[in-house]
């Protein structure tokens, strides 16, 4: 049976949103002194590069980036895996007194959030936790909230919010699925 | 020397917060099932109880409660004390696919509440963790928000904002302080 399809953002919208989200976080933050990108896996991981390309193509400065894999962190971690793989975060910095720009595609419920915000703790004591998501689909079950949103969606439990990066699907869009 | 003193919030104003804040528990909650109030040590547990009594007083039950001292959560744990008491927590029943409204007096920088939720982790799995505050003062160090507000207050980050509530202060106020 096919599922019904939508596209909620394009190429166009998301390079515009993440434009727009990279300059948020550098007025934010007064530049770039002790910022760190860091990328959920797996989601949030391209959003986190691109944010990096554009800070550092405005700014002329290479600057820190990471990435985090939560699967251990997670309060369901017992019933979705007996298997969790470890090797994929990748934070080659103590955290203490870096301000942390957090990464990922899609905010639902938060726990993934919750969840990273643990992991993070595990690498020293940041000043500061921002999140950066581009899609922020509402029914949040913790509380929890993004710093920098590209798109607000308030889509219905039912509907699956899927984002697609060049990087791995050969397209940018954000496509709405009705299950 | 004397700090200069304001009263930010008087005992009615603080009435009828707390009495709008219990509406809006019941009505985001539909009602009380499965819904438990925690109250975190030591400024959201006297209003945790007010909370309850006027949820109990409105839907005539009586409604779970309990209280986190999170001392043993903080990330600053090992640099503010050396001896964290635990027997303050008091939990007497599993969070599993419960509703916990978790209740303190003051948001700032989120530390607090991230640890709350690690620490109510411990107690199972809630189907959701809602936050109420009688003041948020902004200032976020973590990607936090409440959910029930009594206040907001965007004060400095050289004041000091005191909650005193008449079970142990004799008096209900929310005084700011400058330092």
Known sequence: ????????????????????ITYEILERNKGTDNLIIIGIRKGGVFMAERLCEKISAIEGTQIMSGT???????????????NPEFEKTYIP????????????????????????????MDFGRPERIQLAVLVDRGHRELPIRADFIGETLPSSLWENVVVNMTEDRNKDEVVIEEG
Chains 1, 2 share one sequence.
Do not use: W
Request: charge should be positive; glycine fraction near 2%; aromatic fraction near 6%.
């Open 68 to 82: 985090l894999d939560i699967t251990l962190y997670r309060d369901d971690v017992l019933t979705t895996s007996r």
């Open 93 to 120: 910095f103590p955290l203490d007194n870096k301000r942390v720009v957090l990464v990922d595609d899609v905010l639902f419920t938060g726990r993934t959030i919750r969840a990273a915000m643990d992991a993070l």
């Open 1 to 20: 049976m096919m599922k019904k399809k939508k596209v909620f953002m394009d190429a166009e919208e998301i390079e515009r949103s993440l434009t727009r």
